[in-house]
């Protein structure tokens, strides 16, 4: 697999190399130079998950690896059921939260951390990252008491639910937690002055754990098979995706998962009040405002990193325009959705009902509706609990997490003092 750097063209690197690096020149990230569809697909969508996902990998990723290789990394890392639920007539719901750490970022923070094991050749790495939320718990348990491997995690202050919190927090040994006082867009853009910084860079062997990182996307393109399969098969071809977004990596792999083929008619890429793409595709201007707090934290973004990516592909014309729908739920919106949710039998979290609002303003009855349920509700009791007026079961690895103290160090949003704290502590 080849790919470019979005923000400068002569840089191509390979899958490897950009697994490695995370970002580009000029804090671009990586695309794939070409994505050819799958020639078997009616036959794809029979196999088991694990099969199917390391067979749409290996041919992502071309001989690079042998499929031997990657079949092995998908065992690693797929190690729990993506199922596909129906809710009401043609809406389905695609649970993701099956993992570890009860977000879908464990699909991607598990294969990544395989990858990274896989290419490492066994040399001390620091992995560097920001959470808005769920990011930090899967990419922490992914490499947690990994030898070689340290884990930074920089996650806003008070602005994610304890339950995310404590489920990276407490673990210790090598995992290194920095509670910043700001935002999460605050902690990205200390993230990516890390990796300016060529001293820094040298002397930790920085990599990067965020969507950026292109092995977590191509994770995410299976499950999307995933869903299609468990259609009934007259349906395969009908499916109109919604996916609630804030960094916009998750839709990013949707599309490239109908790049290859998946035959998804209708993709729609949902935000909490934090709009700036369904501002950018109404006026065709790019206007971050101040990222605003909301029941959906791990959507508080402003400033979509995967943005270019997905922006390259409908600008190409490879995803109409007409199929992509995105809209902006408010907070009210939202947990009339939850209540919504709940009287069709179905209990979701914030994030989850956001893609189930985002959907039903453009789902066309000839379609088959998937919305991603892409965090357990446990993950978010307390608002769960005070919309819904129900009380939560807490799932032992949460309960267990709760129990013990943060270990995380408090830091300022200001990339001198990371850079201190990292070079005392790792340099
Ligand atoms: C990360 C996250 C999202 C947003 O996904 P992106 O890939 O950043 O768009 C949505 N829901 C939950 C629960 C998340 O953790």
Redesign the pocket.
């Known amino acids: 697999m080849r790919l470019y750097n979005l923000k400068d063209d002569s840089q191509v690197v390979s899958f490897v190399e950009a697994v490695k690096t995370g970002l580009g020149r000029n804090q671009g990230v990586f695309f794939p130079q070409q994505l050819t569809p799958l020639d078997n697909m009616d036959a794809l969508l029979e196999m088991d998950f694990v099969s199917r996902s390391t067979q749409v990998l290996t041919h992502l990723i071309g001989d690079e690896l042998s499929p031997n290789v990657v079949a092995e990394m998908v065992q690693g890392a797929f190690t729990f059921p993506a199922p596909l639920v129906h809710v009401a007539d043609n809406l389905h719901c695609l649970e993701l939260f099956h993992g570890p750490t009860l ?3 464990d699909f991607g923070g598990r294969f990544m951390a395989q990858c990274l094991a896989q290419f490492s050749n066994s040399e001390k790495v620091t992995i560097l990252t920001a959470t ?4 930090g718990a899967a990419v922490a348990h992914a490499f947690y008491g990994k030898e070689n491997i340290d884990v930074v995690i920089l996650y806003p202050e008070g602005k994610i639910s304890e339950a995310q919190q404590k489920l990276f927090t407490t673990l210790g040994n090598n995992i290194h937690c920095y509670s910043v006082k700001g935002s999460f867009d605050d902690c990205q853009a200390m993230v990516k002055q890390g990796f300016l910084d060529d001293e820094l860079k040298t002397r930790l062997r920085l990599n990067s754990a965020n ?1 950026i990182n292109i092995s977590r996307l191509l994770a995410q393109v299976c499950y999307y098979f995933e869903a299609v399969a468990q259609l009934p098969k007259a349906q395969r071809n009908k499916a109109h995706i919604s ?9 990013c792999a949707a599309m490239i998962a109908a790049l290859i083929g998946l035959p998804i008619q209708k993709l729609s890429a949902t935000t909490n009040q934090n709009d700036t793409v369904p501002r950018f595709i109404a006026s065709k201007k790019w206007q971050p405002h101040e990222t605003q707090e909301s029941l ?1 934290n ?2 508080d ?1 402003s400033r ?1 990193n ?1 943005w270019p990516r997905v922006q390259t592909m409908l600008d190409s014309g490879r995803f109409s325009y007409d199929d992509f729908f995105s809209h902006a739920v408010d907070e009210e919106q939202t947990a009339l959705a939850m209540r919504e949710l709940q009287s069709m039998g179905y209990q979701a979290e914030p ?1 989850t009902a956001i893609a189930y609002e985002g959907l039903k303003a453009d789902l066309a009855p000839e379609h088959q509706g998937i919305f991603l349920a ?2 357990h509700p446990a993950k978010f009791q307390a608002s769960v609990e005070k919309i819904l007026n129900v009380e939560l079961a807490m799932p032992k690895a949460l309960s267990d997490a709760l129990a013990k103290p943060c270990l995380a160090e408090p830091m300022s949003a200001d990339y001198q003092q990371l850079r201190q704290a990292l070079l005392a502590k790792l340099g």
């Not at 808005?132 to 990011?135: H, K, L, M, N, Q």
């Not at 977004?245 to 839709?251: E, L, M």
């Open positions: 977000a879908f970022k808005s939320g769920d990011t969507s996916v609630p977004s804030g960094n916009f990596g998750n839709v959906s791990a959507m973004v979509p995967n994030h892409t965090a």
